[in-house]
T-cell receptor
Framework: DVKVTQSSRYLVKRTGEKVFLECVQD?????MFWYRQDPGLGLRLIYF???????EKGDIPEGYSVSREKKERFSLILESASTNQTSMYLC?????????????????FGPGTRLTVT | AQSVTQLDSQVPVFEEAPVELRCNYS??????LFWYVQYPNQGLQLLLK??????LVKGINGFEAEFNKSQTSFHLRKPSVHISDTAEYFC????????????FGAGTRLAVHP
């Protein structure tokens, strides 16, 4: 079974703090994604990575950065947390069809981290 | 630009009744289509996907969906729902050559009542 794990299920941070959200997958997937989930808005892509040290901005990258030093780990960083970043954060991973030859259409999701910034 | 619209934010239904969750998309290129389900306090799980071939796709837990290219729709159906189907359902699209990035709809909350 594919396993995507996230470091925390619940997190409470203060405004201005630097926040690290960690995601680890065990299926040797090339692609990794960070989404933000808000009621009525569905999931919105923050950043994704298609290889180690490679990253691309998604639809809402402002206020976030990412790091991918190892293939299995993808970190989301809030440089200076603000209250409007209170949300559910979901990590996902998939194969990269072009390089692996395997079907990359299915994304596998972690359980999510509910972040509250006060 | 591509977009996904889920036409109902909430769908209440009685147990053993049929249900349809509606999804429309907008795209100028060929798409791949997905339905994901999110049970309370969990991540998303793939229900079914359309990549090519037959327009009627069967998924897990008795769900199916039909791809209608002319109406740009991908509605999800189940002939008889159970209490355990209570969850949030997300329709999503991706595009060839786009690193398999997904664009999600806003979600439909299905509430099954006894």
């Amino acid at each position: 079974d594919v396993k995507v794990t996230q470091s925390s299920r619940y997190l409470v941070k203060r405004t201005g703090e630097k926040v690290f959200l960690e995601c680890v997958q065990d299926m040797d997937h090339e692609n990794m994604f960070w989404y933000r989930q808000d009621p009525g808005l569905g999931l919105r892509l923050i950043y994704f990575s298609y290889d180690v040290k490679m990253k691309e901005k998604g639809d809402i990258p402002e206020g976030y950065s990412v790091s991918r030093e190892k293939k299995e780990r993808f970190s989301l960083i809030l440089e200076s947390a603000s209250t409007n970043q209170t949300s559910m954060y979901l990590c996902a991973s998939s194969f990269r069809t072009r390089t692996s030859g395997r079907d990359g259409h299915e994304q596998y999701f972690g359980p999510g981290t509910r972040l509250t910034v006060t | 630009a591509q977009s996904v619209t889920q036409l109902d934010s909430q769908v209440p239904v009685f147990e053993e009744a049929p249900v349809e969750l509606r999804c429309n998309y907008s795209s100028s290129v060929s798409v791949y289509l997905f339905w994901y389900v999110q049970y309370p306090n969990q991540g998303l799980q793939l229900l079914l996907k359309y990549l090519s071939g037959s327009t009627l796709v069967k998924g897990i837990n008795g769900f199916e969906a039909e791809f209608n290219k002319s109406q740009t729709s991908f509605h999800l159906r189940k002939p008889s729902v159970h209490i355990s189907d209570t969850a949030e359902y997300f329709c999503a699209v991706s595009f060839s050559g786009g690193y398999n990035k997904l664009i999600f709809g806003a979600g439909t909350r299905l509430a099954v009542h006894p």
